[in-house]
């Protein structure tokens, strides 16, 4: 009854605002005077939403610059579909993906190629942002190269790219194998989990076996700042998997580690696979930093917009079961923040949820919170914070260059709207 009823009071209260959702040219700082927060949460700071709106002001805020930032926001253009940008590179990779997991051993072959299927292989929404932001950079061969130099080595360059896309791929459906079987989930994607269909000692080799087809795949790119990233990205989603393992109170109720957690467990991957394909490209190190807070920021809204929808999703839309993470004691930010309205939500949260009658208590006190609307309040102002960083990218005449950047932008958008 208390679910039911948490879900017709959040869909009331938020049928309003999702409706009026602005595009994030639009953005400004309302959403400051919106919420009811005292203070920002980890890694903002209020500054950049408190003045005539500039993305690049706000971004400028975050990642530390102090130059002048009277740039004009990026008009809205007429949108484009993000996939269908990449549609022709995507099938290439999914292709190659499919061929690169293949083992001589039968089963691990089958356990690694499951979730690379086709019909199983999901909207590919990293590789899609990988291979937009290699053509937002607008990457030009120098005139004076020699005849037809120039075009094998954009052929060429664009090739390792997609091998960034392809490594990311392996390493997140690696990281989904590993965390099934730590959640003992059942579903994935709709269908049933590795874990569920073949066991979690198949399913942990699966996972281990992609990264290590990931890993050869990296070092065959032979670039070593790169290896270095991605290196540097499986110790982030150890380190995030054992954060959210904790148990201690002072931990598990702190904002600014839950979001450190959620960039470990999420956003690492994004930034640095997006930081990987401007360093590839031979880009600065500024440019390489603006695709690095894309993709950091890009991918703490997407987190955060999961964590709303494990409340007021439903197991058809999310491919899961709903209220997956409360059941399984892990605390997210819409649960944070109604803590913050009602204390006493947290002797709840101590007890823990194996009593089911937890779930409803603590579902109430979300209910009558603003804990919901909060963090998707958050996660607009992350998503806008990536479009700020495309923004700041240099202009640009070419038109795949500006239709790439429309896209990310896009997906900036639709990351905060999707309900599923």
Same mark, same amino acid.
């Given at each position: 009854?208390?679910?039911?009823?948490?879900?017709?009071?959040?869909?009331?209260?938020?049928?309003?605002?999702?409706?009026?959702?602005?595009?994030?040219?639009?953005?400004?700082?309302?959403?400051?005077?919106?919420?009811?927060?005292?203070?920002?949460?980890?890694?903002?700071?209020?500054?950049?939403?408190?003045?005539?709106?500039?993305?690049?002001?706000?971004?400028?805020?975050?990642?530390?610059?102090?130059?002048?930032?009277?740039?004009?926001?990026?008009?809205?253009?007429? $949108?484009?579909?993000? !996939?269908?940008l990449v549609a022709n590179e995507l099938s290439l990779i999914a292709t190659r993906l499919r061929s690169m997991v293949a083992a001589e051993?039968?089963?691990?072959?089958?356990?690694?190629?499951? !979730?690379?299927?086709?019909?199983?292989?999901?909207?590919?929404?990293?590789?899609?942002?990988?291979?937009?932001?290699?053509?937002?950079?607008?990457?030009?061969?120098?005139?004076?190269?020699?005849?037809?130099?120039?075009?094998? =080595?954009?052929?060429?360059? #664009?090739?390792?790219?997609?091998?960034?896309?392809?490594?990311?791929?392996?390493?997140?459906?690696?990281?989904?194998?590993?965390?099934?079987?730590?959640?003992?989930?059942?579903?994935?994607?709709?269908?049933?989990?590795?874990?569920?269909?073949?066991?979690?000692?198949?399913?942990?080799?699966?996972?281990? !076996?992609?990264?290590?087809?990931?890993?050869?795949?990296?070092?065959?790119?032979?670039?070593?700042?790169?290896?270095?990233?991605?290196?540097?990205?499986?110790?982030?989603?150890?380190?995030?998997?054992?954060?959210?393992?904790?148990?201690?109170?002072?931990?598990?109720?702190?904002?600014?580690?839950?979001?450190?957690?959620?960039?470990?467990?999420?956003?690492?991957?994004?930034?640095?696979?997006?930081?990987?394909?401007?360093?590839?490209?031979?880009?600065?190190?500024?440019?390489?930093?603006?695709?690095?807070?894309?993709?950091?920021?890009?991918?703490?809204?997407?987190?955060?917009i999961d964590d709303v929808l494990d409340f007021t999703g439903t197991s058809a839309s999310l491919g899961k079961g709903s209220l997956s993470d409360? #059941?399984?004691?892990?605390?997210?930010?819409?649960?944070?923040?109604?803590?913050?309205?009602?204390?006493?939500?947290?002797?709840?949260?101590?007890?823990? !949820?194996?009593?089911?009658?937890?779930?409803?208590?603590?579902?109430?006190?979300?209910?009558?919170?603003?804990?919901?609307?909060?963090?998707?309040?958050?996660?607009?102002?992350?998503?806008?914070?990536?479009?700020?960083?495309?923004?700041?990218?240099? $202009?640009?005449?070419?038109?795949?260059?500006?239709?790439?950047?429309?896209? =990310?932008?896009?997906?900036?958008?639709?990351?905060?709207? #999707?309900?599923?």
């Open positions: 009854m208390a679910r039911a009823a948490l879900l017709h009071l959040l869909r009331y209260r938020t049928a309003s605002a999702a409706a009026a959702a602005e595009p994030l040219s639009a953005f400004r700082c309302q959403l400051m005077t919106r919420s009811n927060s005292k203070t920002p949460a980890a890694g903002i700071k209020w500054a950049g939403f408190c003045r005539p709106f500039s993305s690049k002001a706000a971004l400028n805020d975050v990642i530390g610059n102090d130059t002048d930032s009277s740039v004009a926001v990026m008009e809205p253009q007429e $949108q484009v579909d993000p !996939f269908s051993v039968p089963n691990l072959a089958s356990a690694a190629e499951y !979730f690379f299927k086709i019909g199983a292989e999901g909207k590919r929404f990293r590789p899609t942002v990988l291979l937009l932001m290699a053509t937002a950079l607008d990457v030009h061969i120098p005139e004076l190269s020699p005849p037809g130099f120039g075009d094998t =080595l954009t052929i060429d360059l #664009r090739t390792r790219q997609q091998r960034i896309a392809e490594i990311t791929e392996m390493i997140h459906v690696a990281s989904l194998l590993h965390d099934d079987v730590l959640d003992d989930a059942d579903t994935r994607r709709g269908v049933g989990s590795l874990n569920a269909v073949m066991g979690n000692k198949l399913a942990v080799l699966a996972g281990d !076996f992609l990264l290590s087809r990931a890993c050869l795949t990296l070092a065959s790119l032979k670039n070593t700042e790169v290896v270095t990233l991605i290196a540097t990205v499986v110790e982030n989603l150890v380190t995030g998997e054992t954060m959210q393992l904790t148990t201690a109170s002072n931990k598990r109720f702190s904002m600014e580690y839950y979001m450190q957690k959620t960039y470990n467990k999420t956003a690492s991957l994004m930034s640095n696979s997006c930081k990987s394909v401007a360093l590839l490209a031979g880009h600065t190190a500024e440019i390489a930093m603006l695709a690095f807070e894309y993709g950091k920021n890009l991918g703490l809204a997407f987190q955060l409360i #059941r399984h004691g892990i605390i997210t930010a819409p649960i944070l923040f109604a803590m913050e309205e009602y204390p006493q939500l947290r002797a709840v949260v101590d007890k823990g !949820f194996d009593n089911p009658a937890n779930v409803d208590i603590a579902l109430e006190y979300l209910g009558k919170s603003r804990g919901i609307e909060r963090t998707k309040e958050l996660a607009m102002k992350h998503a806008n914070l990536a479009a700020a960083a495309i923004d700041s990218l240099r $202009q640009s005449d070419d038109e795949d260059v500006i239709k790439s950047r429309q896209a =990310l932008i896009d997906l900036t958008q639709r990351v905060i709207t #999707r309900n599923k």
